[in-house]
């Protein structure tokens, strides 16, 4: 008893998402109890399903866009990962990504606070939206279009950084912002929209690959284990500015549809479609704060990587991959 008093507590918001599920094995990996909260609009139970029965792991079933009620518990880090994240989300959802983003900082925010515990807020590449300056560091202030159909997200996560940042200087709570770029791995939605899982979807399914725009624009994909390495380090640390963590490696998504094809072993074509509106047209982080501040840098190669995500997608297909 004595023992389970003693462990951190880690609370994290979307934990049935994508990072948020990663980051939750790592938490429980190094000995934290966790809380996940997630009301499963994007998230999927499927994603912790292997922690039922975990004595450390607790699962609330809420919106945190709503009050957050957790007494008589003591809290010693929040993390706040909830938030629709592929553009297709957050185009059907416009408004849940305000809220989450705006009231649900500001409710997590507020549970650190009251607990006295370090917040840290999942933020993102599209703070800089369609990025004048490459790679992009963390003091360029981005090119954001507010109301255009990313702005809901953009913006909201733009916020987010200004309120925690608020919460910091003003109520002197100990917070972290990482700034997530592209992310993949084992448990992207099937269909969230995102290039991997629809390349990747594609591919195993014999389609042509859809590439938007003529797929010169540029990305740079992390593994998810590097960043969720990243995103710990940063916790631990005890720095407040933004740091970027993603794997500067980048290529246009044409290349990438190519490696898709090609490490498949597919016999897709690729078929252009209309670039959507807004689409950033290059994403490379400079990370050489996280390097100097972390000590951190991906690890993960790239054809090791999206092997693993590949044979994920590849038994998500066969088990009807309802998601
Ligand atoms: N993209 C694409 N085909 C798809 C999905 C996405 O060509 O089926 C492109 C998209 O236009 C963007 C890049 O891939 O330039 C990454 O898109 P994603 O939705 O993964 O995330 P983003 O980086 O735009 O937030």
């Not at 792991?57 to 009050?67: G, I, L, M, P």
């Not at 255009?148 to 909201?156: F, H, L, N, Q, S």
């Amino acid at each position: 008893m004595a023992e389970k008093k003693s462990k951190p507590v880690s609370v994290v918001t979307g934990g049935a998402g994508f990072l948020g599920s990663h980051l939750i094995d790592r938490l429980l990996s190094e000995g934290h109890r966790v809380i996940a909260i997630d009301n499963l609009v994007t998230g999927n139970p499927a994603n912790i399903g292997h922690l039922a029965g975990n004595k450390d792991f607790h699962f609330v079933k809420h919106n945190v866009s709503n009050f957050i009620f957790l007494p008589n518990e003591k809290i010693d880090y929040v993390f706040h990962f909830a938030s629709p994240a592929s553009p297709i989300d957050y185009l059907e959802l416009p408004i849940p990504t305000l809220k989450v983003g705006a009231l649900g900082t500001h409710n997590t925010l507020g549970l650190a606070k009251d607990k006295k515990a370090t917040f840290i807020l999942a933020s993102t590449s599209e703070c800089y939206g369609d990025p004048l300056v490459h790679p992009q560091k963390e003091d360029y202030w981005g090119n954001v279009n507010p109301i255009g159909p990313r702005g809901v997200y953009d913006e909201a996560k733009r916020f987010a950084e200004a309120m925690t940042m608020a919460y910091h200087r003003y109520h002197k709570v100990d917070t972290r912002i990482v700034r997530i770029f592209n992310t993949y791995g084992p448990r992207m939605r099937l269909r969230d929209g995102r290039v991997v899982p629809a390349f990747i979807g594609q591919a195993l399914s014999g389609k042509p690959l859809s590439v938007f725009g003529d797929g010169s624009q540029t990305r740079s994909f992390c593994y998810v284990a590097d960043l969720i390495d990243g995103i710990f380090k940063l916790a631990m640390s005890d720095f407040h500015e933004p740091v970027n963590i993603g794997n500067p490696r980048e290529m246009t998504i044409k290349q990438f549809a190519e490696e898709i094809i090609r490490i498949t072993g597919a016999r897709s074509t690729i078929d252009y479609k209309p670039l959507p509106v807004d689409d950033p047209q290059v994403r490379q982080p400079d990370i050489s704060r996280a390097k100097k501040v972390l000590g951190w840098e991906p690890k993960v190669r790239f054809e090791e990587g999206i092997k693993k995500t590949i044979e994920y997608f590849r038994n998500a297909l066969k088990g009807a991959g309802s998601n």
